[in-house]
């Protein structure tokens, strides 16, 4: 095999190789990663919870409705308090080093009331 030849084996194979080496190293990665702990937690609308010991907040996801918590984050703890009915998941880690997930469901204490189009306006007076 000449030179050139082998140059550009080299050259077609070298990515492959990356490609195979860092796929290889994220699905070890994600293996080693330890399974989160789930906290089912359900509050109704208007109510407020306070998760304690917190070293860390690291991510918050909408599962449905954006509206649905007011969240306040202070030194070692987060704040929820239930706007509306939906639900999210929030990732911390504990003063403990234990990575959880708080599953928070707010729910509606009533179901909405009429709708949303407009009335019609009284007869006139003669």
Same mark, same amino acid.
């Given at each position: 095999?000449?030179?050139?030849?082998? $140059? $550009?084996?080299?050259? $077609?194979?070298?990515? &492959?190789? =990356?490609?195979?080496?860092?796929?290889?190293?994220a699905a070890r990665a994600q293996a080693e990663e330890p399974k $989160?702990?789930?906290?089912?937690?359900?509050?109704?609308k208007g109510e407020n919870y306070t998760i304690t010991d917190i070293k860390t907040d690291e991510s918050t996801k909408v599962v449905s409705n954006p509206n649905a918590l007011v969240v306040q984050d202070a030194?070692?703890?987060?704040?929820?308090?239930?706007?509306?009915?939906?639900?999210?998941? &929030?990732?911390?880690?504990?003063?403990?080093?234990?990575?959880? =997930?708080y599953a928070i469901t707010v729910k509606s204490s009533t179901n909405p009331q009429g709708d949303l189009n407009p009335g019609t306006a009284p007869p006139s007076m003669p």
């Amino acid at each position: 095999m000449t030179n050139a030849k082998l $140059r $550009r084996l080299l050259a $077609r194979t070298m990515p &492959i190789l =990356t490609l195979i080496a860092m796929t290889a190293s994220a699905a070890r990665a994600q293996a080693e990663e330890p399974k $989160r702990r789930v906290i089912q937690v359900a509050i109704n609308k208007g109510e407020n919870y306070t998760i304690t010991d917190i070293k860390t907040d690291e991510s918050t996801k909408v599962v449905s409705n954006p509206n649905a918590l007011v969240v306040q984050d202070a030194p070692g703890r987060i704040e929820l308090i239930g706007a509306d009915a939906g639900s999210w998941n &929030i990732n911390a880690t504990l003063a403990s080093g234990e990575k959880v =997930t708080y599953a928070i469901t707010v729910k509606s204490s009533t179901n909405p009331q009429g709708d949303l189009n407009p009335g019609t306006a009284p007869p006139s007076m003669p």
